[in-house]
């Protein structure tokens, strides 16, 4: 036997795949691109991870995942396996619609199994940065997004026959699947088992952007409810065990200041 079978690689990377289109302009998309039958194994994670700096919202540093999707469509990973992800093993970032993710087998993530993450709101920036402010509080550029519709920009997705197992290595509030931001989706007959926190965690900004810029738009119950795009998800037909093993204030599945037309049936 050769001594190259004893090697062993130590993966110093947080994303194995990125799938990431220069801008969410049409024309600079990544799109229609289909992964199958990988086997991907280990990624990095931050020494110093902070989990939110804005109500449920991650640092632009840790939105990570082995596999990335950013300014992205019509992309799809099936029948992978997905092992040891140092942040979260599929990562949805910003601008991403219409994906399909099926059949991928995913092991100890260090976050979360497949995050959502989409834009808060009343942010002007696709990046979801911030309202485009100086350091005095004005507006030095509005930024491309204009609208509550306009900042509506993770949806579409299919995520079913998926095994998550064993996430929330490294973070204890991860999650199964995690969404914040983003939704008109469909999450069914998954298998999600042995976690710290929620199978599945929905999550937007309780009042919405009241106390924040709203585009524009007087403040009211109704008009914050418009920019809260964690909405239209269904969560069907999908088997959940042994999880909420090491947190407090959660659920299988939780609900937290999101949109409306939420479903959740047959699990």
């Known amino acids: 036997m050769c001594d190259d079978a004893w090697r062993q690689v130590a993966t110093t990377t947080k994303r194995v795949i990125d799938f990431r289109g220069e801008s969410w302009e049409s024309d600079a998309l990544v799109r229609a691109v289909d992964v199958s039958g990988l086997v991907l194994s280990g990624s990095d994670f931050d020494a110093n991870f902070t989990l939110f700096e804005r109500t449920n919202d991650t640092p632009l540093q840790?939105?990570?995942?082995?596999?990335?999707?950013?300014?992205?469509?019509?992309?799809?990973?099936?029948?992978?396996?997905?092992l040891d992800a140092g942040h979260s093993a599929i990562w949805l970032q910003g601008y991403a619609q219409n994906h399909t993710i099926t059949g991928n087998r995913i092991e100890r993530p260090g976050f979360c199994g497949v995050f959502f993450q989409g834009i808060y709101p009343g942010d002007t920036w696709p990046s979801?940065?911030?309202?485009?402010?100086a350091a005095n509080g004005t507006v030095v550029h509005p930024g491309p997004?204009?609208?509550?519709?306009?900042?509506?920009?993770?949806?579409?997705?299919?995520?079913?026959?998926n095994l998550i197992y064993d996430y929330g290595r490294r973070v204890g509030h991860g999650s199964g699947m995690w969404w914040f931001q983003a939704g008109t989706m469909v999450a069914s007959?998954?298998?999600?088992?042995?976690?710290?926190?929620?199978?599945?965690?929905?999550?937007?900004?309780?009042?919405?952007?009241?106390?924040?810029?709203?585009?524009g738009v007087n403040k009211s119950f109704w008009?914050?409810?418009?920019?809260?795009?964690?909405?239209?998800?269904?969560?069907?037909?999908?088997?959940?065990?042994?999880?909420?093993r090491d947190t407090?204030?959660?659920?299988?599945?939780?609900?937290?200041g999101v949109g409306p037309w939420n479903t959740a049936h047959h699990n």
């Open 62 to 82: 840790y939105r990570e995942g082995m596999v990335r999707f950013e300014n992205s469509s019509d992309c799809s990973l099936q029948d992978c396996a997905l």
């Open 128 to 133: 979801s940065i911030g309202f485009g402010r």
């Open 145 to 161: 997004i204009r609208s509550a519709a306009e900042a509506d920009v993770n949806k579409g997705h299919l995520v079913s026959d």
């Open 189 to 215: 007959h998954n298998h999600i088992q042995e976690g710290p926190r929620d199978a599945f965690g929905i999550y937007g900004v309780r009042f919405g952007s009241l106390g924040s810029p709203n585009y």
């Open 223 to 244: 008009t914050s409810m418009e920019v809260l795009h964690t909405r239209r998800i269904e969560i069907s037909y999908n088997r959940v065990l042994n999880v909420v």
């Open 248 to 256: 407090s204030d959660a659920g299988a599945l939780e609900y937290w």
